[in-house]
């Protein structure tokens, strides 16, 4: 019984960093018709990011400026290198941001060295909490909560703003929004930069439990397409729900039968490409490229 | 096919046999060496298949190491498992690309449904599975460690049994080494390579390849006259997973170990920027991009640490500016020139420019 | 018919003619004559293992050093080709074919994994190159995958089991184990010979988890260890890996609830893991301040390590060190670099270095030597680096833990 709570918490951790990165994925691929495989590398460079300012100035001027300097250079990358392969064939799409991944994770084992980095010493935080028969790290906790907290900001902005209206609306009907004079341009780079945001903070949130290599951010990233798939690609739910289901899946199956752990949610994300292409929550319009 | 076409594959594959017989002695000038060599031309022919997906078919699959790395499980398990006492190169590499062709029928009938992104999610995640499933079935395939010592195949050709590993006689021949540098593999491999050029040569100028184009291009208005769509690109899934197995099978074989790297996620991606940088849709193009990049892989490592940085450098700068590739671009501007040439002289002998 | 040939194809072949008998025919230049011995060096420098990777290529550096400001080996400088082998067997293996192939070395040492130290040994014989395997702890190097031309002078898991069990039998033997293990030869090495030494003594396991190498998040399997509660928790984990299972498990508060073995360890992993250390019982070949304090030539290789470097030396690289002068003593004895020379050599040689009296065993090339049994000491105990991270238990001499000869499947081929 504590096992299983244990590894369910654990589920939830993992799964919440797979929503994290997944929702800012989904998100700029319903928008910007964008399949971006260079997202991991704002995980990393967050984590990066996170790791210098928290070794001189503390963990909490970290967790600010990971986010903007991550954004900062995804507005960057959108300007210099990504404009023109918005709503390009897919191939292209996948191709110069898989080589956009390779430059960065590349440039980061330059300047930081191929070993794995700790984060400093989380001083009171590094300790566990008992709840009930369960002893969980205390961290950890705080980590699931920040990152809820988040996603509930990313909500509000999505719901309750100009620009997340224009978001969605152009996810379903991108002309139609244009005719109507909103301002995709701008509200799609601000959807970028703050789907990268999110995936840079949660780099250096994440990074003092699983300390941070240049590989990273990839090595996320791709249980991340798993996640975004079946959820369904363009849907914020879509990836709330398949981040925890997929976090929820792996931690359990390592605990009833650990081989099989990886290879399971792939299982899943097969099954769902082939059975309901547009994922549990996602549009089925979306699927016609 | 008439006369003059027949002289051009004839030239054709004379140019790519003396190619391959010079390479390993220029490769060598330039900081190369034997070995190195055999692999690029055995990884090359992986590259030419998955170009074929790619390039002549359309279709992105981000898994093709599953075809790589499974053809050369296979290939191994077949000589450590079947075959120790008495192992015979023929039936390892049959097999083993025998193997691939079936895994590439199995995940193509239910890939080639799908398009664009959806494809290549779907071959990631069977790579992904196969990667995970050969990691973890450790009785067989050793895990994380791989299998190590392939026992040394030998290649029955009539009463005899050819060690591959057989060196020419030694030749000093300067900077370009020495002729007891090439072992037996690379004539093997070169030959193999040269077939599966000109293979691959007649292949895309058949019907089948003109119509997988016309899909390509056009899917819609393929169907409406009549061809099937789905089986055409099954087809060429089939051909493109059999010749990277082969390929797999070889480079397990030569090497003589096999490690789960070959079925991972960054061979896959390697098989991606060697075609690209290359030049997709185009015959020599995998093979000089597979050559140049695992050129400065081996030369370059050796001498600076962030040799993929310059890769990635690379493959970035070919997809912005280069979309054709190294080959595809240098042969645009060769068959510009000749149209523009053939347009003079046809209004010259003419004196109009009809 | 025959197409006729058109002038083009004609001039072409022609051409390829004309340039071949050139090439051919040009009047070979005598290569120069060999006045280097080339070493080739194939560590990991990226990876989980990389921190020891670097440390290993410092004292391949300091020792090339030496013996070239000394007058080289026979006369001829030691050059090197360094390689990264990223922890990864298939690359391993790669860099070792092309330092054997294209820089000309006639020995190759250096390794990070058991299971990179296999690949490159399996190459070694196949090319016919000396292979001084360094960083490699798994039994396998010298026992199932033994070859003629491998010698592995660090100790291995067997002999670690041992020195370990008989520290620690009279505390813990009867206690309950709990086992997380790196999932490659050496994890299983390790856990096996651990498990044959103490559960016939009482011990019981009451877990074995397996992690792939280069996992960096070990809650599951922490989580298990947490609800179970065991006396013992053993994490067959190293370099990277190890740190960060460690520093989780004390965030699981495992450190403070039970007995912590990590069946070898080094400097940097010590360091990595600051306090989370202390108490951790451990084994190494080799401890710096520990050698230093009794053996005359292991002070002299500490303090010019440290000359050079401004930091200590962890156990690779006094094992990359040794394993290059052992080389030099070897050559200069063969008289030659060629093996089939030198194999018989090593497998009779002795020295007496950093550690005592040392000889590799003839029957499988397992070298024979000391192993400590180690225990951290509090952070506040330790200097500013971290290096002086613990205190000696016990130091088991190398022919009391060595494998039984009769248990070993090592079949060695005759040349």
Same mark, same amino acid.
């Given at each position: 019984?504590?096992?299983?709570?244990?590894?369910?918490?654990?589920?939830?951790?993992?799964?919440?960093?797979?929503?994290?990165?997944?929702?800012?994925?989904?998100?700029?691929?319903?928008?910007?018709?964008?399949?971006?495989?260079?997202?991991?590398?704002?995980?990393?460079?967050?984590?990066?990011?996170?790791?210098?300012?928290?070794?001189?100035?503390?963990?909490?001027?970290?967790?600010?400026?990971?986010?903007?300097?991550?954004?900062?250079?995804?507005?960057?990358?959108?300007?210099?290198?990504?404009?023109?392969?918005?709503?390009?064939?897919?191939?292209?799409?996948?191709?110069?941001?898989?080589?956009?991944?390779?430059?960065?994770?590349?440039?980061?084992?330059?300047?930081?060295?191929?070993?794995?980095?700790?984060?400093?010493?989380?001083?009171?935080?590094?300790?566990?909490?008992?709840?009930?028969?369960?002893?969980?790290?205390?961290?950890?906790?705080?980590?699931?909560?920040?990152?809820?907290?988040?996603?509930?900001?990313?909500?509000?902005?999505?719901?309750?703003?100009?620009?997340?209206?224009?978001?969605?609306?152009?996810?379903?009907?991108?002309?139609?929004?244009?005719?109507?004079?909103?301002?995709?341009?701008?509200?799609?780079?601000?959807?970028?930069?703050?789907?990268?945001?999110?995936?840079?903070?949660?780099?250096?949130?994440?990074?003092?439990?699983?300390?941070?290599?240049?590989?990273?951010?990839?090595?996320?990233?791709?249980?991340?397409?798993?996640?975004?798939?079946?959820?369904?690609?363009?849907?914020?739910?879509?990836?709330?729900?398949?981040?925890?289901?997929?976090?929820?899946?792996?931690?359990?199956?390592?605990?009833?039968?650990?081989?099989?752990?990886?290879?399971?949610?792939?299982?899943?994300?097969?099954?769902?490409?082939?059975?309901?292409?547009?994922?549990?929550?996602?549009?089925?319009?979306?699927?016609?490229? | 096919?008439?006369?003059?076409?027949?002289?051009?594959?004839?030239?054709?594959?004379?140019?790519?046999?003396?190619?391959?017989?010079?390479?390993?002695?220029?490769?060598?000038?330039?900081?190369?060496?034997?070995?190195?060599?055999?692999?690029?031309?055995?990884?090359?022919?992986?590259?030419?298949?998955?170009?074929?997906?790619?390039?002549?078919?359309?279709?992105?699959?981000?898994?093709?190491?599953?075809?790589?790395?499974?053809?050369?499980?296979?290939?191994?398990?077949?000589?450590?498992?079947?075959?120790?006492?008495?192992?015979?190169?023929?039936?390892?590499?049959?097999?083993?690309?025998?193997?691939?062709?079936?895994?590439?029928?199995?995940?193509?009938?239910?890939?080639?449904?799908?398009?664009?992104?959806?494809?290549?999610? *779907?071959? *990631?995640?069977?790579?992904?599975?196969?990667?995970?499933?050969?990691?973890?079935?450790?009785?067989?395939?050793?895990? =994380? =460690?791989?299998?190590?010592?392939?026992?040394?195949?030998?290649?029955?050709?009539?009463?005899?049994?050819?060690?591959?590993?057989?060196?020419?006689?030694?030749?000093?021949?300067?900077?370009?080494?020495?002729?007891?540098?090439?072992?037996?593999?690379?004539?093997?491999?070169?030959?193999?390579?040269?077939?599966?050029?000109?293979?691959?040569?007649? *292949?895309?100028?058949?019907?089948?390849?003109?119509?997988?184009?016309?899909?390509?291009?056009?899917?819609?208005?393929?169907?409406?006259?009549?061809?099937?769509?789905?089986?055409?690109?099954?087809?060429?899934?089939?051909?493109?997973?059999?010749?990277?197995?082969?390929?797999?099978?070889?480079?397990?074989?030569? =090497?003589?170990?096999?490690?789960?790297?070959?079925?991972?996620?960054?061979?896959?991606?390697?098989?991606?920027?060697?075609?690209?940088?290359?030049?997709?849709?185009?015959?020599?193009?995998?093979?000089?991009?597979?050559?140049?990049?695992?050129?400065?892989?081996?030369?370059?490592?050796?001498?600076?640490?962030?040799?993929?940085?310059?890769?990635?450098?690379?493959?970035?700068?070919?997809?912005?500016?280069?979309?054709?590739?190294?080959?595809?671009?240098?042969?645009?501007?060769?068959?510009?020139?000749?149209? =523009?040439?053939?347009?003079?002289?046809?209004?010259?002998?003419?004196?109009?420019?009809? | 018919?025959?197409?006729? /040939?058109?002038?083009?194809?004609?001039?072409?072949?022609?051409?390829?003619?004309?340039?071949?008998?050139?090439?051919?025919?040009?009047?070979?230049?005598?290569?120069?004559?060999?006045?280097?011995?080339?070493?080739?060096?194939?560590? /990991?420098?990226?990876?989980?293992?990389?921190?020891?990777?670097?440390?290993?290529?410092?004292?391949?550096?300091?020792?090339?050093?030496?013996?070239?400001?000394?007058?080289?080996?026979?006369?001829?400088?030691?050059?090197?080709?360094?390689?990264?082998?990223?922890?990864?067997?298939?690359?391993?293996?790669?860099?070792?074919?092309?330092?054997?192939?294209?820089?000309?070395?006639?020995?190759?040492?250096?390794?990070?994994?058991?299971?990179?130290?296999?690949?490159?040994?399996?190459?070694?014989?196949?090319?016919?190159?000396?292979?001084?395997?360094?960083?490699?702890?798994?039994?396998?190097?010298?026992?199932?995958?033994?070859?003629?031309?491998?010698?592995?002078?660090?100790?291995?898991?067997?002999?670690?089991?041992?020195?370990?069990?008989?520290?620690?039998?009279?505390?813990?033997?009867?206690?309950?184990?709990?086992?997380?293990?790196?999932?490659?030869?050496?994890?299983?090495?390790?856990?096996?010979?651990?498990?044959?030494?103490?559960?016939?003594?009482?011990?019981?396991?009451?877990?074995?988890?397996?992690?792939?190498?280069?996992?960096?998040?070990?809650?599951?399997?922490?989580?298990?260890?947490?609800?179970?509660?065991?006396?013992?928790?053993?994490?067959?984990?190293?370099?990277?890996?190890?740190?960060?299972?460690?520093?989780?498990?004390?965030?699981?508060?495992?450190?403070?609830?039970?007995?912590?073995?990590?069946?070898?360890?080094?400097?940097?992993?010590?360091?990595?893991?600051?306090?989370?250390?202390?108490?951790?019982?451990?084994?190494?070949?080799?401890?710096?301040?520990?050698?230093?304090?009794?053996?005359?030539?292991?002070?002299?290789?500490?303090?010019?390590?440290?000359?050079?470097?401004?930091?200590?030396?962890?156990?690779?690289?006094?094992?990359?060190?040794?394993?290059?002068?052992?080389?030099?003593?070897?050559?200069?004895?063969?008289?030659?670099?060629?093996?089939?020379?030198?194999? /018989?050599?090593?497998?009779?040689?002795?020295?007496?270095?950093?550690?005592? /009296?040392?000889?590799?065993?003839?029957?499988?090339?397992?070298?024979?030597?000391?192993?400590?049994?180690?225990?951290?000491?509090?952070?506040?105990?330790?200097?500013?680096?971290?290096?002086?991270?613990?205190?000696?238990?016990?130091?088991?001499?190398?022919?009391?833990?060595?494998?039984?000869?009769?248990?070993?499947?090592?079949?060695?081929?005759?040349?």
């Amino acid at each position: 019984m504590v096992a299983l709570s244990q590894a369910l918490l654990n589920g939830l951790v993992l799964g919440l960093i797979y929503v994290a990165i997944a929702v800012g994925l989904t998100i700029v691929f319903g928008t910007l018709r964008l399949v971006n495989f260079a997202h991991g590398a704002f995980y990393a460079i967050g984590a990066y990011i996170g790791l210098v300012v928290a070794q001189n100035w503390g963990l909490g001027a970290a967790f600010i400026a990971a986010p903007i300097g991550v954004a900062i250079f995804a507005i960057i990358l959108d300007r210099v290198l990504l404009r023109p392969f918005y709503g390009k064939d897919v191939t292209s799409q996948i191709l110069v941001t898989f080589g956009i991944a390779l430059i960065v994770e590349e440039t980061l084992r330059l300047i930081f060295g191929a070993t794995t980095q700790q984060y400093p010493a989380l001083q009171g935080l590094a300790t566990s909490v008992a709840i009930g028969p369960l002893v969980y790290p205390l961290y950890r906790l705080l980590f699931a909560a920040g990152v809820i907290a988040m996603l509930v900001l990313v909500w509000l902005f999505m719901e309750r703003t100009d620009y997340g209206l224009i978001v969605r609306a152009g996810v379903r009907d991108r002309t139609m929004v244009q005719l109507l004079g909103g301002n995709i341009r701008q509200a799609s780079t601000i959807v970028f930069a703050v789907g990268a945001a999110i995936a840079g903070l949660v780099g250096a949130a994440a990074s003092p439990i699983y300390s941070i290599a240049p590989g990273t951010g990839f090595a996320f990233l791709v249980p991340s397409f798993v996640v975004v798939v079946v959820g369904g690609l363009g849907s914020f739910w879509g990836a709330v729900l398949g981040g925890l289901l997929i976090g929820e899946l792996q931690s359990l199956t390592t605990l009833a039968f650990a081989p099989a752990a990886n290879v399971i949610i792939y299982l899943c994300m097969a099954l769902v490409l082939l059975l309901r292409p547009q994922g549990l929550l996602g549009e089925s319009e979306v699927i016609r490229q | 096919m008439n006369v003059s076409q027949r002289g051009a594959g004839v030239r054709f594959a004379l140019f790519t046999l003396a190619g391959l017989a010079l390479f390993p002695f220029i490769f060598h000038a330039i900081d190369g060496y034997a070995g190195l060599a055999t692999q690029i031309v055995i990884v090359s022919i992986a590259s030419i298949g998955f170009n074929f997906l790619l390039g002549y078919t359309g279709l992105l699959s981000y898994g093709h190491a599953m075809f790589y790395g499974g053809g050369g499980y296979v290939a191994a398990l077949l000589l450590i498992r079947l075959m120790p006492q008495h192992p015979n190169l023929w039936l390892a590499v049959i097999g083993a690309t025998l193997a691939a062709t079936i895994l590439a029928l199995l995940v193509g009938a239910l890939a080639v449904r799908l398009y664009g992104i959806y494809f290549a999610l *779907l071959t *990631l995640a069977f790579a992904q599975m196969i990667y995970f499933v050969v990691e973890q079935a450790q009785d067989w395939t050793n895990g =994380d =460690d791989g299998l190590q010592s392939i026992p040394a195949a030998l290649l029955p050709i009539g009463p005899y049994s050819i060690d591959l590993g057989t060196a020419l006689p030694p030749l000093a021949l300067g900077p370009f080494g020495n002729l007891s540098d090439i072992k037996l593999w690379y004539i093997v491999s070169a030959l193999a390579l040269c077939g599966v050029m000109i293979g691959m040569r007649a *292949l895309t100028r058949s019907q089948f390849g003109e119509v997988l184009t016309a899909i390509r291009e056009n899917e819609e208005r393929s169907s409406l006259i009549g061809f099937n769509a789905a089986a055409y690109r099954l087809a060429a899934f089939a051909i493109s997973g059999a010749l990277t197995g082969f390929a797999g099978a070889l480079r397990a074989l030569y =090497d003589g170990s096999v490690a789960v790297e070959s079925v991972g996620i960054e061979r896959s991606g390697s098989l991606v920027i060697y075609t690209i940088v290359g030049g997709v849709q185009t015959l020599l193009g995998p093979v000089l991009g597979t050559g140049l990049i695992m050129y400065l892989e081996a030369v370059l490592s050796a001498h600076i640490s962030y040799w993929r940085l310059v890769e990635g450098v690379i493959f970035v700068a070919v997809i912005i500016f280069l979309p054709a590739g190294i080959v595809g671009t240098i042969a645009k501007r060769f068959s510009g020139r000749a149209k =523009d040439r053939a347009l003079l002289a046809k209004s010259v002998s003419t004196g109009s420019s009809k | 018919m025959t197409h006729v /040939p058109t002038t083009s194809r004609g001039r072409f072949i022609g051409a390829t003619a004309a340039a071949s008998a050139v090439a051919f025919g040009c009047p070979a230049i005598l290569s120069a004559q060999n006045k280097e011995i080339v070493v080739g060096l194939d560590v /990991p420098l990226s990876g989980p293992y990389a921190e020891q990777g670097k440390d290993q290529l410092r004292a391949y550096n300091m020792a090339i050093d030496e013996i070239n400001k000394a007058g080289g080996i026979m006369g001829q400088k030691v050059k090197s080709s360094v390689g990264d082998d990223q922890t990864t067997a298939g690359v391993a293996r790669d860099n070792a074919q092309r330092m054997i192939e294209r820089d000309g070395a006639v020995m190759i040492t250096g390794g990070s994994s058991t299971g990179t130290a296999v690949a490159v040994s399996g190459l070694c014989q196949q090319k016919g190159s000396l292979f001084m395997a360094t960083l490699t702890h798994g039994d396998e190097t010298t026992n199932q995958n033994c070859h003629k031309h491998t010698f592995r002078r660090y100790n291995d898991a067997y002999m670690s089991a041992q020195a370990l069990a008989r520290t620690l039998i009279s505390k813990y033997g009867t206690g309950t184990w709990f086992h997380i293990t790196a999932d490659y030869s050496w994890g299983w090495s390790v856990h096996d010979n651990l498990a044959a030494v103490v559960n016939p003594k009482g011990a019981k396991e009451i877990a074995y988890v397996k992690l792939k190498l280069g996992t960096t998040d070990f809650s599951s399997a922490l989580s298990q260890a947490q609800a179970a509660k065991p006396d013992v928790l053993v994490l067959t984990e190293f370099g990277a890996d190890m740190v960060n299972c460690l520093n989780q498990a004390a965030t699981f508060g495992l450190t403070k609830t039970c007995k912590i073995l990590v069946p070898l360890v080094d400097e940097y992993m010590a360091k990595g893991t600051k306090d989370n250390f202390t108490n951790v019982v451990s084994t190494a070949p080799f401890y710096w301040q520990y050698h230093a304090k009794h053996y005359t030539f292991a002070k002299k290789f500490v303090e010019a390590f440290y000359d050079r470097y401004k930091t200590y030396p962890s156990n690779g690289a006094e094992c990359a060190y040794v394993n290059m002068m052992v080389y030099k003593l070897a050559v200069e004895q063969a008289h030659s670099t060629d093996p089939a020379k030198l194999i /018989p050599i090593l497998e009779t040689i002795q020295w007496n270095m950093t550690k005592g /009296p040392e000889h590799f065993r003839k029957e499988d090339h397992q070298g024979v030597n000391s192993v400590l049994v180690v225990e951290g000491i509090p952070l506040a105990d330790r200097n500013a680096d971290g290096f002086n991270f613990a205190r000696v238990l016990e130091e088991h001499n190398g022919p009391g833990v060595m494998a039984p000869l009769d248990s070993l499947s090592c079949k060695m081929e005759t040349a």
